[in-house]
T-cell receptor, first 118, second 111 residues
Framework: DAGVIQSPRHEVTEMGQEVTLRCKPISGHNSLFWYRQTMMRGLELLIY????????DSGMPEDRFSAKMPNASFSTLKIQPSEPRDSAVYFC????????????????FGPGTRLTVL | QKEVEQDPGPLSVPEGAIVSLNCTYSNSAFQYFMWYRQYSRKGPELLMYTYSSGNKEDGRFTAQVDKSSKYISLFIRDSQPSDSATYLC???????????FGAGTRLFVKA
């Protein structure tokens, strides 16, 4: 079992550039989450999908952020244009649950993408 | 006020010490309480899971939930250097998917 796969692991870009982060969830998992982690704000939920459908994107900070899940095995988080304050570690997580949202619903996190915007 | 409050530490203890990590919360709808452990430059991983109030023990780890006080704790007995990590509390209500995480407490166990 490969676990949740994220790419790239590190990304350094300049302000104004487009950034695309990628995630492959664990096969068979129905829910996918994107988080952002910083020292100041901790771990923040940006958006989550269930069965490839966005359920709650209220955590997406601005219109510069967008996320897609075209199929059960792939999701992207895009930032356009990027700004220095977007610098953070971005995590993707998946969980087995269906729409009912089981109580013991463990989230499995990927290794994260460390984004630096200069 | 944040929904979940957690002291970020750092907390430094000698090997073999008992460690107490805590979180407070404001949302009485939370029913499921979790502790995740995050090693440096890794993603968080689930350590303990508790439903409603009470205690749960797993080896050297004990999770406690006091819903009346809106207070949860994680105890680590006989702490080891390998326990050095950031510990995040997390909680959610019934139904839905949204889990709220604490800021995490950095723990260092010195050999």
């Amino acid at each position: 079992d490969a676990g949740v796969i994220q790419s790239p692991r590190h990304e350094v870009t300049e302000m104004g550039q487009e950034v695309t982060l990628r995630c492959k969830p664990i096969s068979g998992h129905n829910s996918l989450f994107w988080y952002r982690q910083t020292m100041m704000r901790g771990l923040e939920l940006l958006i989550y999908f269930n069965n490839n459908v966005p359920i709650d994107d209220s955590g997406m900070p601005e219109d510069r952020f967008s996320a897609k899940m075209p199929n059960a095995s792939f999701s992207t988080l895009k930032i356009q244009p990027s700004e220095p304050r977007d610098s953070a570690v971005y995590f993707c997580a998946s969980s087995p649950s269906g729409l009912a949202g089981g109580p013991d619903d463990e989230q499995f996190f990927g290794p994260g993408t460390r984004l630096t915007v200069l | 006020q944040k929904e979940v409050e957690q002291d970020p530490g750092p907390l430094s203890v000698p090997e073999g010490a008992i460690v107490s990590l805590n979180c407070t919360y404001s949302n009485s709808a939370f029913q499921y309480f979790m502790w995740y452990r995050q090693y440096s430059r890794k993603g968080p991983e689930l350590l303990m899971y508790t439903y409603s109030s009470g205690n749960k023990e797993d080896g050297r780890f004990t999770a406690q939930v006091d819903k009346s006080s809106k207070y949860i704790s994680l105890f680590i007995r006989d702490s080891q250097p390998s326990d050095s990590a950031t510990y995040l509390c997390a909680m959610k209500g019934t139904g839905g998917f949204k889990t709220i995480f604490g800021a995490g407490t950095r723990l260092f166990v010195k050999a």
